[in-house]
């Protein structure tokens, strides 16, 4: 079961039974299809969008999502040893005959997916429910042993992904959500939220070795010390941030680092993406930001968000602050959540989080030990250099929030729900 008061619903998913597992999947699929039924009914060809890095076609999204729950499920003779499972076993053939060579990201390029004879809206949707129907019927005899449950809560938590991932794309292409989502903006930063916590620091268990689901990059729970430091309750806020862009810092690249500074050459118009001044007033107009295809007033209380960790990292510089490294972010986050472990996300006092993923100052890396997970894709690849980003966005389904997890983009991406907290140099 899922428990209605769990103040985290992300943790609670990681340790659903089989019901709870079933109406979480549920909801998922059902916000899924609102945001992908906007995307159909607002886009010009209907699921066709341009080419862009950032970017994926809204229909091979839901194929891709079809496919990934009945790859790890139906298909997989190992589905009952969880993370144990290998992931070369040879498997049952798709519902689809050709599914294997049009929805494995592993296999299928990026840039060609552009170019597959996917099938239509109406074909996808029916494939989408037969794989979830297979699914469902399994579930309903499983154990509630954390193995037998481990690809259930892996498909759930990839589903909700992906419908992250489908709103910041809606973002992009300006496709209206009002209606599909439950909030499309920040909340603003409450009073009590506004300043700052000292915290004394002291020696913490980074990472997860507790029952229930964790991604491999979790696993490997060890202690690290961590020195007393002064962070920021809450997310950078327009109001902080804008003094820097009026100050014509964009401009300078005294407070950039190198590559910072190179990205803000090829990429930043001088202003955060977005954010555009009055076209009537020019310069002396108020700040207004785009948001799903409509501008409106910038609400100076609002987390400042589509930022890159360059612009981030310039800030700090400008106001002689700096990023938390992730260990810090988890010890605050974990303090606010108090002995009971029961998180604050989003709260009017302690550590406010949940309204926009935020950059830290470390590389996403292997914690000790780390043994990949079947999914071998997720994590293993990334740990190129490659920053930490924790907490979750606004846009962010409240199933998937967990102060545990470790998001990992780019330097450099400023598409995603993303902004920053600064602490004391």
């Not at 491999?216 to 862009?245: C, K, S, Y």
């Amino acid at each position: 079961m899922i428990a209605a008061t769990d103040s985290n619903p992300g943790n609670a998913v990681r340790h659903a039974d089989p019901e709870g597992l079933e109406t979480a999947l549920h909801d998922a699929r059902c916000q899924l299809l609102r945001i992908h039924a906007a995307f159909a009914a607002q886009l010009p060809s209907g699921q066709a969008v341009p080419y862009a890095p950032e970017l994926n076609l809204p229909l091979w999204e839901l194929g891709h999502i079809g496919w990934f729950e009945d790859y790890w499920i139906a298909r997989n003779p190992q589905r009952l040893l969880g993370s144990a499972a290998d992931p070369a076993v040879p498997r049952a053939a798709p519902l689809r005959q050709n599914a294997d060579r049009l929805y494995d990201s592993t296999k299928v390029a990026h840039a060609s997916r552009w170019h597959l004879d996917l099938p239509d809206t109406a074909r996808t949707h029916g494939d989408l429910g037969q794989i979830r129907a297979r699914t469902l019927a399994l579930l309903r005899q499983s154990s509630s042993d954390d193995d037998a449950l481990y690809f259930y809560r892996l498909v759930l938590l990839h589903e909700l992904m992906h419908i992250d991932a489908a709103v910041y794309m809606a973002q992009h292409l300006a496709i209206d959500l009002r209606g599909a989502i439950d909030q499309i903006e920040p909340a603003p930063v409450p009073a009590a939220a506004s300043g700052e916590v000292a915290l004394a620091g002291g020696c913490f268990t980074l990472g997860s070795g507790a029952p229930g689901f964790a991604f491999d990059n979790e696993l490997g729970a060890h202690e690290v010390h961590v020195a007393p430091f002064v962070i920021d309750l809450a997310p950078m806020t327009w109001q902080r941030f804008l003094p820097f862009v009026e100050a014509g810092a964009y401009a300078d690249p005294q407070w950039w680092t190198a590559e910072g500074w190179a990205w803000q050459q090829r990429h930043s118009e001088g202003r955060p993406r977005y954010l555009y001044r009055d076209p009537v007033l020019g310069l002396d107009g108020p700040w207004q930001r785009a948001c799903f295809g409509q501008c409106s007033a910038l609400d100076p209380q609002q987390p400042a968000v589509n930022l890159s960790q360059h612009e981030a990292q310039a800030w700090c510089a400008w106001a002689g602050r700096r990023l938390p490294t992730e260990a810090e972010w988890e010890f605050a986050a974990s303090a606010a959540a108090g002995p009971s472990g029961a998180d604050r996300a989003g709260s009017d006092t302690g550590f406010d989080w949940g309204q926009v993923w935020e950059w830290t100052a470390s590389e996403f890396a292997p914690y000790p030990g780390f043994t990949p997970h079947p999914y071998r894709d997720y994590s293993q690849p990334w740990f190129d250099g490659r920053p930490v980003l924790r907490g979750a966005a606004f846009a962010t389904p409240a199933q998937f929030k967990d102060h545990r997890y470790r998001n990992f983009f780019e330097a450099g991406r400023n598409d995603i729900f993303a902004g920053f907290r600064s602490c004391a140099v």
